[in-house]
Structures are given as structure tokens and as C-alpha cells.
């Protein structure tokens, strides 16, 4: 309010400064501070400033995906979606011994990749997704662990955010931001860590100095050196607790709808006969009843109106919001498919795989590539992984690739129609088919192949061969199935 009279007092003496800052405000209206915009705070243009809010969000977060049944439904949905139970390694270096060898010892660390013993490495795959959804992000310190050295020596201890712990002095120009230690010039050069697991349980100060060469901090930074991740449900937070006060709310009307109750209204002295414990003057309901009411008295019945016409357009409009932000359509986050047709499900369905890739590709660019890139390096310099003699440069023994759970269709006839065109004019291959379903080509034409042959020796023809004549009539099936 002062900015402004001090403004018009400005440009009563200044006329040529008021113009033009009339035609910076017409040019810049995102900027206005009006009446209705007033109350907008500006945001901080610092992509740490908000740390001291994160506990709380990271709280609010947690609280909301284990107590609410629609966060709790989304997240689990897009887990089961990103990585399922887990990925399957591919090795892909020019030496087939080596590649059957390394996804063989890989299949047996995975089952001790747990610091703790917790986790098989899959879970741990899903810790690391659920906790870019309620924390923001997750540490992954790499540990030496003797007790693998059948397979590789080292282990995988997941840190949540809260283990962070600020620390006092370290004796050097460094700074420790919220327990995390950066140099002179912004980049983080180690992690300070309380030592005990659950400070709740074991209460101490006791903190340890990670170096950041031994830790994998994977989290969804949106900004240029920022250091804590925010949890991607915070648009989510604030419209899933107040819908659940909602519907609590709703459920509590409901409850007082169900119970039928009436109000005798009077407009004179009470009469008639008298309750003696009580002394009023009381009315029972029975089927079929005529009751005479006494002079000066009306019945009015207890009739709440709720929930209203408009209750379940709203709770949609609600859900609609929160699915929108986390990459689930109306129905993917409801489980109401009473509005859905084909084509909607099929164009809700490639939205959520676009929403999907992304997060695939960063699990695998930042964690799960220098978590294997680890696992060839130790096999390697341990022998375990030595192919008819020594190996030297391990650098060169690490080509891989990584199959995530496949992805179903609606129809499933159509697309593997469109998917067998596609084979034959060559614009894709049978490994990218078997990744996109979650399997691995080579397992898979290896189990086709036994297959085959059993069946050759039991004189039963395999279908591959019906097709290769051309008497597979694709119109003719559809028919078929209509008619089953």
C-alpha cells in the first residue's frame, strides 16, 4: 500500500519515469502486484532456500503415503509400473562366457546387494523410486563387504534424508549445508551422516564423514545446484489432506442421515404427559402409527442434505488435480473405469509410459550404471570374473543393458499385429520387442528353440511353422474370438 502512494507521489513529479513504468507493468502482467496478486509471495530465486522446509514436506509426505488411500494407490501403481519387481541385467561385450558369467554372479550379488540384508537389490530399485515420490530423493553409500567376495566385495547402504545430520566445525573453508559439505566453489565434496540406523530407537550424536566419491545421491533436481531434492508429491500434500477432512466429514453426515430422528417444535408452555426421569415430553416411532400432536406443537425432521448433488463432481475434480501432477489420469488414480472407452484408456495409457520413461532412464543413468560399473570393476580385480586368463582395463568389460518390467496393452491383438509389421519392415528388432515386454531375447529364443524341437520329435507341427506357409488368417481369429 505504501509502495503504491509513494509510486503515484513519484509520478506526479516524474510524468516521463510514470509512463514508462506503466508500459513495463502492461508488458509484464505475470508481475502485477494488484489487488487480487497482492498476497502472491515472491518465490526465492535461491534452489536452496527452501531446505529448512523440507523435513516438514518430507513428513507430511510419508504421513499422507502411509494413512491415505489414494496417495498410497497412486504410488504403489507407478512402483509397480516404473520398475516392478526389478530389472534384469543384459551383459553385452563381444565375449558371450563373459556375459553369461557376469549376469550369473550379478543374479547371486543381488540377494546380499543389501548392507543390511534387508533388501534384495530389486526392492532396493523400488526404494529408490518410492523415495523421489515422499523424500525427495535417497542416498546409495557404497560399502566394502568382505562377506561378498564370492561374488563382489561390496555392498549398497540406503540412506534416507534423515540421516543427515548438520555438523559444527570441520577445520577447513568448506561449508556443511543441512549435513551436506561443499567446497569454495559449490561442489560437494562429502556427506555427514548420523551413524546410528534409527536415531529414534538409539538416540546419539554421533556423526560419520562420508567422501561424495562413495555415495550415489539420486534424487529429481529441477535447479542448477540445488542440493536436497523436493518430494515429488508436494503439489499433492495439501489438496489429498484436506480431501480425506472431506470425505471423513462426509462419512460422519452420513452417518447422521442414516440415524432418523424428528424435533418437536413448541410454541407454548410444555403439555402432556411428561417423561419422569427425563421431563420432557417424549414421542416413539412405531410402523404405522397416528399420533396427535398437542396444541401448539410441530414435528420437524432431522434431514442433514448431505453429501450434496455437486459432492461427487468435486472429489473428481480433486482426484483429476492430484493424478495430473504425478502423471496418472482420473481413472489410473480413482480405479473408476464407469467413463472409460478404449480409446481413452489406450491414449491414458501412452501418456502414463511417457511419464514413465523418464524416470526409467534417470534409475539407470544414476544409479543403476555405477552400481554395475562397481560390480565389474571388484569381480574383475578379485578373478572372479577372469575368462580364460587374466582380464586387464575392467573399463572395457562394462557394456550392458537393462529390461524393465514390459508394458501390456489394451488390445493386445492389435498391437502384436502392428508390432509383426513392423519386424518385417525392419523398424525394430526381436530385442526390442522382448525388452519392451520385460524379457530377455536370447532366454527367449533359447526356450523357443527347446520348444521346437520337442515338439518335432513328439510330431506335433509348432505354430511358427503354420505362419511361415501363410494359413494363419488373422481376420478369421478376431472372428473366432468375437464368437468365443
Known amino acids: 500500500m505504501i509502495g503504491r502512494v509513494l509510486e503515484n507521489v513519484i509520478g506526479f513529479f516524474f510524468p516521463e519515469w510514470r509512463a514508462k513504468r506503466e508500459i ?23 534452489p ?10 518430507r513428513s507430511r509426505a510419508n504421513w499422507l503415503y502411509e494413512n491415505n488411500c489414494w496417495v498410497r494407490a497412486a504410488v504403489d501403481l507407478l512402483l509397480a509400473r516404473i520398475v516392478g519387481a526389478g530389472t534384469t541385467l543384459q551383459a553385452q561385450t563381444q565375449n558371450p562366457a563373459f556375459n553369461d558369467k557376469a549376469e550369473k554372479l550379478w543374479k547371486e550379488w543381488c540377494f546380499s546387494a543389501d548392507y543390511y540384508r534387508q533388501f534384495h537389490f530389486g526392492d532396493i ?5 518410492l523415495k523421489l515420490f515422499t523424500d525427495g530423493g535417497v542416498f546409495f553409500h557404497i560399502v566394502t563387504d568382505a562377506d561378498n567376495r564370492s561374488t563382489a566385495p561390496f555392498s549398497i547402504e540406503v540412506l534416507e534424508y534423515g540421516r543427515l545430520a548438520p555438523a559444527g566445525e570441520i577445520g577447513t573453508k568448506n561449508r556443511v549445508i543441512n549435513g551436506i559439505e561443499v567446497d569454495e566453489n559449490g561442489r560437494i565434496v562429502a556427506y555427514h551422516f548420523y551413524k546410528s540406523v534409527d536415531t529414534y530407537i538409539e538416540p546419539t ?66 403439555s402432556g404427559v411428561l417423561n419422569p426421569e427425563t421431563g420432557r415430553r417424549e414421542l416413539e416411532i412405531a410402523p404405522g402409527m397416528i399420533a396427535e400432536l398437542n396444541p401448539g406443537e410441530d414435528i420437524a425432521v432431522i434431514d442433514p442434505k448431505r453429501p450434496g448433488s455437486t459432492f461427487d463432481d468435486f472429489v473428481k475434480l480433486i482426484l483429476r488435480g492430484m493424478g495430473r501432477s504425478i502423471g496418472l489420469s482420473y481413472e489410473q488414480i480413482s480405479g473408476d473405469k464407469s467413463e ?47 575368462i580364460m586368463g587374466a582380464i586387464k582395463n575392467w573399463e572395457n ?33 526381436l530385442a526390442d520387442e522382448a525388452a519392451a515386454k520385460g524379457k530377455d531375447w536370447k532366454e527367449l ?34 472372428e473366432g474370438i468375437r464368437a468365443r
Request: net charge neutral; glycine share 6%; aromatic share 10%.
Open 24 to 46: 513495463l507493468k502492461r508488458s509484464l502482467k505475470a508481475a502485477d502486484r494488484g489487488r487480487l496478486t497482492d498476497s502472491w509471495q515472491r518465490w526465492s530465486s535461491s
Open 48 to 57: 536452496n532456500a527452501i531446505l529448512g522446509e523440507l523435513s516438514t514436506v
Open 125 to 129: 530399485e523400488r526404494l529408490a523410486i
Open 205 to 270: 550424536l554421533e556423526v560419520e564423514r562420508v567422501p561424495a566419491g562413495d555415495v550415489i545421491h539420486f534424487s529429481p533436481f529441477r535447479r542448477p545446484g540445488q542440493l536436497l531434492g523436493i518430494p515429488l508429491l508436494a503439489p499433492v500434500i495439501p489438496y489429498a489432506y484436506h480431501l480425506e477432512d472431506l470425505i471423513e466429514a462426509e462419512l460422519i453426515n452420513a452417518k447422521v442421515s442414516a440415524s432418523f430422528g424428528i424435533v418437536i417444535k413448541k410454541t407454548g408452555a410444555p
Open 340 to 386: 472409460v472407452n478404449y480409446s481413452s484408456a489406450r491414449h491414458s495409457e501412452l501418456e502414463l509410459r511417457d511419464y514413465i520413461l523418464p524416470f526409467r532412464k534417470a534409475l539407470e543413468r544414476y544409479f543403476l550404471r555405477p552400481v554395475y560399473t562397481e560390480f565389474i570393476k571388484n569381480t574383475i580385480s578379485l578373478g572372479n570374473l577372469n
Open 397 to 429: 568389460w562394462t557394456p550392458h543393458r537393462w529390461i524393465f518390467k514390459g508394458f501390456d496393452w489394451v488390445d493386445p491383438l492389435k498391437e502384436a499385429q502392428a508390432k509383426r509389421l513392423e519386424l518385417l519392415m525392419g523398424l525394430t528388432s
Open 445 to 478: 529364443a533359447d526356450q523357443r528353440a527347446k520348444e521346437i524341437s520337442y515338439l518335432k520329435e513328439l510330431g506335433i507341427e509348432d505354430i511358427s511353422e503354420t505362419l511361415a506357409r501363410g494359413e494363419y488368417d488373422s481376420k478369421a481369429e478376431q
